[in-house]
Nanobody, 123 residues
Framework: VQLQASGGGLVQTGSSLRLSCVAS?????MGWFRQAPGREREFVAA????????FYSDSVKGRFTISGNKAKNAVNVQMNSLRPEDTAVYYC????????????????????WGQGTQVTVSS
Protein backbone atom coordinates (compact mmCIF):
# COMPACT_ATOMS: atom_id res chain seq x y z
CA VAL A 1 0.00 0.00 0.00
CA GLN A 2 1.29 3.42 -0.92
CA LEU A 3 0.13 6.69 0.54
CA GLN A 4 -0.09 9.94 -1.37
CA ALA A 5 -0.40 13.02 0.78
CA SER A 6 -1.05 16.59 -0.26
CA GLY A 7 -1.59 19.94 1.36
CA GLY A 8 0.60 21.74 3.81
CA GLY A 9 2.40 25.01 3.39
CA LEU A 10 3.32 28.21 5.15
CA VAL A 11 0.57 30.13 6.94
CA GLN A 12 0.17 32.68 9.69
CA THR A 13 -1.06 32.04 13.20
CA GLY A 14 -4.81 31.57 13.28
CA SER A 15 -5.01 30.38 9.68
CA SER A 16 -6.32 27.09 8.36
CA LEU A 17 -4.91 24.31 6.23
CA ARG A 18 -6.23 21.04 4.92
CA LEU A 19 -4.16 17.91 4.48
CA SER A 20 -5.32 15.03 2.32
CA CYS A 21 -4.11 11.49 1.89
CA VAL A 22 -5.11 8.59 -0.32
CA ALA A 23 -4.06 4.98 0.10
CA SER A 24 -3.59 2.67 -2.86
CA UNK A 25 -5.03 -0.36 -1.09
CA UNK A 26 -7.26 -1.53 1.70
CA UNK A 27 -6.69 -0.10 5.14
CA UNK A 28 -8.33 -0.48 8.55
CA UNK A 29 -7.53 2.97 9.85
CA MET A 30 -5.85 6.11 8.61
CA GLY A 31 -4.39 9.01 10.45
CA TRP A 32 -1.78 11.69 10.80
CA PHE A 33 1.35 12.04 12.87
CA ARG A 34 3.75 14.95 13.00
CA GLN A 35 7.36 15.55 13.86
CA ALA A 36 8.86 18.89 14.76
CA PRO A 37 12.62 19.50 14.64
CA GLY A 38 14.34 17.91 17.61
CA ARG A 39 11.19 16.18 18.77
CA GLU A 40 9.78 12.70 18.48
CA ARG A 41 7.01 11.86 16.10
CA GLU A 42 3.65 12.37 17.76
CA PHE A 43 0.09 11.35 17.05
CA VAL A 44 -2.28 13.99 15.67
CA ALA A 45 -5.56 12.40 14.59
CA ALA A 46 -6.97 9.20 13.16
CA UNK A 47 -10.15 7.57 11.95
CA UNK A 48 -11.05 3.89 12.08
CA UNK A 49 -13.07 2.40 9.28
CA UNK A 50 -14.74 -0.16 11.55
CA UNK A 51 -17.33 2.17 13.01
CA UNK A 52 -15.90 5.51 12.02
CA UNK A 53 -14.50 6.45 15.42
CA UNK A 54 -12.14 9.40 15.41
CA PHE A 55 -9.21 10.10 17.69
CA TYR A 56 -7.35 13.30 18.46
CA SER A 57 -4.37 14.31 20.50
CA ASP A 58 -5.14 16.75 23.28
CA SER A 59 -3.03 19.40 21.58
CA VAL A 60 -5.25 19.54 18.49
CA LYS A 61 -8.64 18.59 19.88
CA GLY A 62 -11.20 21.26 19.04
CA ARG A 63 -9.04 22.77 16.31
CA PHE A 64 -8.45 19.86 13.92
CA THR A 65 -11.12 17.71 12.32
CA ILE A 66 -10.38 14.43 10.60
CA SER A 67 -12.72 12.94 8.04
CA GLY A 68 -12.44 10.11 5.63
CA ASN A 69 -13.94 7.98 2.93
CA LYS A 70 -13.63 4.28 3.61
CA ALA A 71 -14.52 3.26 0.06
CA LYS A 72 -11.78 5.47 -1.34
CA ASN A 73 -9.27 4.85 1.45
CA ALA A 74 -8.88 8.59 1.75
CA VAL A 75 -8.56 10.81 4.75
CA ASN A 76 -8.46 14.55 5.29
CA VAL A 77 -7.62 16.66 8.26
CA GLN A 78 -8.91 20.21 8.47
CA MET A 79 -6.59 22.23 10.65
CA ASN A 80 -8.03 25.46 12.03
CA SER A 81 -6.67 28.06 14.41
CA LEU A 82 -3.13 27.01 13.63
CA ARG A 83 -0.39 27.92 16.09
CA PRO A 84 3.38 28.15 15.73
CA GLU A 85 3.66 24.97 17.81
CA ASP A 86 1.80 23.13 15.06
CA THR A 87 4.83 23.59 12.82
CA ALA A 88 6.10 20.17 11.84
CA VAL A 89 6.36 17.62 9.08
CA TYR A 90 3.02 15.85 8.93
CA TYR A 91 2.93 12.19 7.99
CA CYS A 92 -0.06 10.29 6.73
CA UNK A 93 -0.27 6.78 8.11
CA UNK A 94 -2.45 3.76 7.42
CA UNK A 95 -3.02 0.54 9.28
CA UNK A 96 -3.09 -2.66 7.29
CA UNK A 97 -4.53 -4.75 10.11
CA UNK A 98 -7.17 -4.32 12.75
CA UNK A 99 -5.92 -3.33 16.19
CA UNK A 100 -7.78 -2.59 19.40
CA UNK A 101 -9.34 0.83 19.65
CA UNK A 102 -7.03 1.96 22.41
CA UNK A 103 -4.01 1.37 20.21
CA UNK A 104 -5.23 3.59 17.40
CA UNK A 105 -3.11 6.59 18.45
CA UNK A 106 0.05 4.51 18.65
CA UNK A 107 2.58 4.50 15.84
CA UNK A 108 3.00 0.72 15.91
CA UNK A 109 -0.63 0.35 14.82
CA UNK A 110 0.27 1.75 11.40
CA UNK A 111 1.99 -0.25 8.71
CA UNK A 112 2.25 2.29 5.94
CA TRP A 113 3.58 5.83 5.98
CA GLY A 114 3.50 8.70 3.53
CA GLN A 115 6.44 10.86 2.57
CA GLY A 116 5.59 13.76 4.87
CA THR A 117 4.40 17.25 4.12
CA GLN A 118 5.67 20.43 5.80
CA VAL A 119 3.35 22.67 7.74
CA THR A 120 4.84 25.93 8.95
CA VAL A 121 2.90 28.39 11.05
CA SER A 122 4.49 31.79 11.48
CA SER A 123 3.82 33.98 14.48
Amino acid sequence: VQLQASGGGLVQTGSSLRLSCVASGRTFAMGWFRQAPGREREFVAAVRWDGGATFYSDSVKGRFTISGNKAKNAVNVQMNSLRPEDTAVYYCAAGGRRVDSGSTPLAWAYDYWGQGTQVTVSS
